[in-house]
């Protein structure tokens, strides 16, 4: 190897060096529960759990996730989503089923005629889930997931002709063990401006009823958000 190709090689490595880690190990496309399980302590409150999502650096022109909970320990009672990150929320991609215990929200922003959506430096909430407690036990929130783009079934659609799905894995399910007598403080709740990950806060409780019906918007930090109620 010549003097020359060595000093260029050596340009190359310092110059990464000084690259964002981010830039160079970007984060692949993800949903995950915050907080990701834990120990509820009171089985006669709710708790609040927050879908968060991460487009792992692409823009998206669609993202839905479906997530399936045992309606036997759970019932969804309230939710809310972040309005912010997509244009669009058809009604007939989203629905809360509590007999079957399933829960579906998809957002969409066509293409060209707005800003799509990409994650920045730190995974967003998507939605805002409020369960309340049927029954103590050990319960588990699970994601519909079969690595392809059927109605319901959780995707994360790439910009393009046609779009594509880059939510290639399936993501981690979370278990709460409601009732349970020694607990570990975890997270709940972040706030819908500050998408943080945070430390150190017990699962809180929530009041009211909801489904997915006439929508009103209230102000909350930043952002905007539909709340929908019965």
């Known amino acids: 190897m010549t003097t020359n190709r060595i000093f260029k090689l050596l340009i190359i490595l310092f110059s990464l060096m000084f690259l964002p880690v981010k830039s ?8 995950s529960f915050y ?14 759990v927050d879908v968060l999502i991460d487009s792992g650096g692409e823009e998206l022109t669609s993202a839905r996730f479906v997530i399936t909970f045992d ?4 019932k969804l009672e309230k939710a809310e989503r972040n309005n912010l990150l997509f244009e669009q929320w058809p009604d007939d991609e989203s629905t809360i089923d509590n007999e079957n215990g399933v829960v579906m929200l998809t957002g969409f922003t ?3 005629s707005g800003t799509l959506y990409k994650t920045g430096t730190k995974p967003d909430v998507m939605a805002r889930l409020a369960f309340k407690i049927v029954k ?7 994601w519909e997931f079969d690595n392809g783009d059927n109605l319901f079934q959780s995707v994360m ?10 939510l290639r894995v399936k993501p981690d399910s979370a278990i709460f063990k409601i009732g349970a007598k020694q607990y570990t403080p975890i997270n709940t709740a972040i706030p819908f401006d500050k998408a943080i ?3 150190g806060v017990i699962l809180i ?17 930043k952002g905007t958000i539909i709340v929908y109620e019965k």
Request: hydrophobic content about 40%.
């Open 24 to 31: 160079i190990f970007a984060s692949e496309p993800n949903f």
């Open 35 to 48: 907080p990701n399980g834990g120990n509820v302590v009171n089985k006669d409150e709710g708790f609040l």
């Open 71 to 74: 309606p036997a320990y759970l």
């Open 110 to 112: 066509q293409s060209g």
């Open 136 to 142: 103590p036990g050990n319960t588990v929130l699970d």
């Open 157 to 166: 659609l790439k910009d393009g002709s046609p779009p594509t799905n880059i």
């Open 197 to 199: 990950l945070v430390s």
């Open 205 to 221: 409780a929530f009041g009211g009823l909801m489904v997915f019906a006439k929508p009103r918007n209230f102000a909350k930090g």
